[in-house]
């Protein structure tokens, strides 16, 4: 990834806002590392299974083609012209939700990396990832991360599925002084390690790239999984998952959240609170037996 739609000019001192417009190139199969460059106008590349989006701020036919004749284990399915806000699904801007207040880096004045109005700021640039703190899981796992703050404070935070890193930089925000932030997608992973820059938290959160499932057994006094329900499944049933303190889990359909809430049942944990948006999203908070609340 060379540049964002929201990239800083200077991380320091000023921002410029995203770009107006995206090119997306979608191709099927995995882009290899070659040596080769795009030019200027790229922006990154969404990788989803066997399929890669490729983002530019201008047309890039011309660079398309070469890359595909580079790599024959590419190929051009379609592309598409869209504003910025139509890919991130909303015009992103400042809001506040409990002791928080997410501040686009556009939008941010001096000071905004501490405490602005009371609140806990954390500036966020979600770039071309999901994840900007509007959803209602994502709002919940603040509530639930607020939650455990307020009874018993946490050392160590793992968060799998970290998007935009935004729960990562609360949790480090609210205390933790060491946070693990881990996406299989290399753009996310790429993402919130600028989001780390952005709010100086380099010294205590690290960003990797990886699957939840192998990141599990890292040690963490809380573990935070705002993930697929199917790789969620997976997670609650291992010792890595189990050997946690306390935990939050969200990103869960109605059914979903009632297999795993019945599965936690049979584990030595204790389900503490759960949260549900409109009866469709639910989270659930929880502790180890024999941990502290």
């Known amino acids: 990834m060379s540049r964002r739609p929201n990239q800083p000019y200077n991380q320091d001192t000023a921002y410029i806002a995203p770009c107006q417009e995206l090119f ?7 882009l290899k590392a070659d040596g080769a460059v795009f030019a200027d106008n790229y922006i990154g590349n969404w990788e989803e299974e066997e399929d890669s989006f490729l983002f530019f701020s201008q047309p890039a036919f011309d660079q398309v083609e070469n890359l595909l004749k580079r790599q024959p284990q590419l190929s051009y399915v379609d592309s598409y012209h869209m504003p910025y806000e139509q890919w991130l699904g909303e015009k992103f801007t400042s809001f506040e939700h409990g002791k928080f207040r997410v ?5 941010a004045s001096t000071g905004t990396k501490n ?14 990832v999901f994840g900007t703190g509007t959803h209602p899981t994502t709002r919940n796992c603040l509530e639930a991360l607020e939650l455990a703050a307020g009874s018993q404070k946490f050392s160590s935070v793992l968060d799998l599925g970290t998007g935009t890193g935004l729960l990562a930089l609360a949790a480090a925000k609210l205390g933790s002084k060491s946070v693990m932030a881990v996406d299989l997608n290399f753009l996310a992973a790429a993402t919130a390690r600028h989001n780390v820059n952005l709010n100086g938290l380099q010294n205590r959160i690290v960003t990797a790239q990886g699957r939840a499932e192998d990141m599990i057994a890292c040690p963490a006094n809380l573990v935070i999984a705002n993930i697929h329900y199917h790789v969620m499944r997976q997670l609650v049933n291992d010792s890595g998952f ?18 795993i809430a019945d599965n936690l049942a049979r584990q030595p944990v204790t389900i503490i609170k759960q949260w549900t948006y409109e009866g469709i999203w639910h989270t659930i908070y929880g502790k180890a037996l024999d941990a502290e609340s």
């Open 24 to 30: 997306i190139y979608y191709l099927k199969g995995r």
């Open 242 to 259: 189990l050997g946690k303190k306390r935990f939050i889990l969200s990103g869960l359909f109605r059914s979903e959240a009632k297999d």
């Open 115 to 128: 405490n602005h109005g009371g609140k806990i700021s954390i500036l966020l640039d979600p770039g071309l």
């Open 103 to 107: 501040i686009p880096p556009w939008e």
